[in-house]
């Protein structure tokens, strides 16, 4: 058995937006007392904020796994998709792409199973944030006289809970990170030639990522999301094709700009032209 020939990846990389407060909350065993109660996930070194890489790629899946209305099936206490015999995966819109376990609950194994071709790196904080004022947008720094937040890079919003009998309050602080953060979000898609199988195949696989993308924009990214928290948006969406020969010799065969722009819809548009005719066109 062979592994399957890499022929390069497709890079996407993307500004992340909060247009609402966005709330990737972490573990509350480590805090202090006097401490926040939840608080968000901070990078340990720099406790600055970020999104992880497996909060935005377990997203994506999730919503794609409810667009497509795939079987779950159940795994512990959670349920989950995943693919037992080989035409099912073969066409599946997340399994190829977000990766599947070779064995199962009762020992089973799939043999069938390819390399998960979807990477999606940890999206760090920008140094700066969009401000609406006046109709206009507009970039500040964090540390821009008129810029205060309650702790840094975050809000405290709190939350009550009232006793519908007697009103009796039970407040709770949220820390989430403010509307207008930006994060550097990053996408990497492995293409592969396979053996007898369509490039089509392939090609459908990158774009239900894109698919994914949107209805994202049209849900919530984080926690608290039917409350309001974690409306997202991407823009200055940039996409290449970095063949295999860019790493060999990056000179001689550089990376290729395959499209830009602010709109997913735009890119969704043009894929075919664009995107898929010269990553798989001659797969």
């Known amino acids: 058995m062979k592994a399957p020939q890499l022929l390069g990846k497709v890079v996407l990389t993307a500004e992340l937006k909060a247009l609402t407060g966005l709330r990737i909350g972490a573990a509350t065993s480590g805090i202090e007392i006097g401490g926040l109660d939840n608080p968000v996930l901070r990078d340990p070194i720099t406790e ?128 989430r990170v403010p509307a207008g953060a930006l994060f550097n979000s990053e996408l990497l898609f492995n293409v592969y030639r396979m053996d007898q199988r369509d490039s089509t195949e392939e090609k459908e696989h990158f774009r239900k990522i894109l698919v994914g993308m949107r209805l994202l924009e049209d849900d919530y990214l984080g926690s608290s999301g039917t409350r309001g928290y974690g409306k997202v948006k991407f823009q200055k969406v940039r996409l290449s094709w970095r063949p295999l020969e860019y790493y060999r010799n990056p000179s001689a065969s550089p990376e290729q700009l395959l499209w830009e722009g602010d709109d997913l819809s735009g890119l969704l548009s043009e894929y075919d032209n664009k995107v898929a005719a010269k990553v798989w066109g001659g797969a």
């Open 48 to 175: 600055v904020p970020y999104i992880p890489g497996s909060s935005l790629k377990g997203k994506l899946r999730s919503l794609l796994t409810k667009a497509y209305g795939l079987e779950l099936l159940p795994l512990g206490p959670v349920r989950l998709h995943w693919c037992e015999d080989e035409n099912t995966y073969r066409t599946c819109p997340v399994c190829p792409t977000f990766g599947q376990f070779p064995a199962g609950p009762r020992r089973a194994t799939y043999p069938f199973v390819t390399p998960a071709r979807l990477a999606v790196r940890d999206a760090r904080l920008l140094p700066v944030l969009e401000i609406e004022e006046g109709g206009q947008t507009r970039r500040v720094a964090w540390d821009e006289p008129g810029i205060d937040t309650d702790l840094p890079y975050t809000e405290v919003k709190v939350e009550v809970a009232l006793d519908v009998v007697t009103a009796a309050s039970n407040p709770r602080p949220m820390e």
